[in-house]
């Protein structure tokens, strides 16, 4: 007994570290895809997908995956991705935005629809929830290894065309507009910064507490949509409440 209940948790533990791995696998892919599709599909050519390019090595991401999201975004193999946005509400009303990337527009609204009502949400129309964020471009320097003070991040920031930044433990969160975004990426790295980040992202403009008694229902349904190889981002406002 006592191997078999060793054997089944070092399972666990390995199928939870694939999960894992697997989400940032798939977060690298959207991002190596949306940096492709923006800009030239050249690495050489494309600051961006350099920067995603090096995310991917140092999270030991395979190669064949890199070049697959590379390809998707110039069309290779003759498959057409289309970027399509689902708009519904959660357990409780909790507002949620899901970006997806599918080269099947049926098979995926299905499979997103399905999971809201699995799990006590329902779809909403085109604009329903969206008016509750706001589209950013959000650029993230790590502080560990950084010979910089806050002042002198913010102030080469703000040089660069950033309209904000916020400081947390591990690193700087630099705001700009979606339009400027990579105008200050590229003028930050010109300053020697290694970026994290640099995207454009949604942010909820407020948050709703999800229900006690609607946490289970709400943490299943994003579990799911995360889940799903077409989702490649998805947006909350809402928050689980303290100690859930």
Do not use: C
Not at 167 to 180: H, K, L, M, V
Not at 201 to 230: A, C, H, M, W
């Amino acid at each position: 007994m006592s191997g078999h209940s060793k054997w089944h948790n070092i399972q666990g533990r390995k199928n939870a570290q694939d999960a894992k791995r697997g989400k940032i696998f798939q977060k690298i892919s959207r991002d190596l895809y949306q940096a492709a599709k923006a800009g030239d599909p050249d690495p050489e050519n494309n600051p961006q997908l350099r920067l995603v390019m090096e995310k991917a090595r140092a999270a030991n991401m395979p190669k064949d995956n890199v070049q697959r999201a590379i390809d998707k975004a110039s069309g290779v193999g003759g498959a057409k991705f289309e970027e399509i946005t689902y708009e519904g509400y959660g357990p409780g009303g909790t507002a949620i935005m899901v970006l997806a990337l599918t080269d099947n527009k049926n098979r995926t609204a299905a499979a997103i629809r399905s999971a809201f009502t699995h799990h006590g949400g329902s779809l909403g129309a085109s604009g329903s929830v969206s008016y509750m964020f706001d589209r950013k471009g959000f650029i993230e320097i790590l502080r560990e290894g950084l010979n910089k003070s806050e002042d002198d991040v913010l102030m080469d920031a703000l040089d660069a065309g950033a309209d904000d930044m916020k400081t947390t433990d591990e690193a700087f969160q630099i705001f700009t507009d979606p339009s400027s975004m990579t105008t200050v990426r590229d003028e930050l790295q010109k300053k020697g910064y290694d970026l994290d980040t640099a995207e454009v992202r949604l942010f909820p403009e407020t948050t709703t507490e999800v229900p006690g008694d609607k946490i289970s229902q709400y943490t299943g349904l994003i579990d799911e949509l995360e889940n799903n190889d077409d989702v490649q981002d998805v947006y909350e406002a809402a928050v689980l409440p303290e100690n859930s």
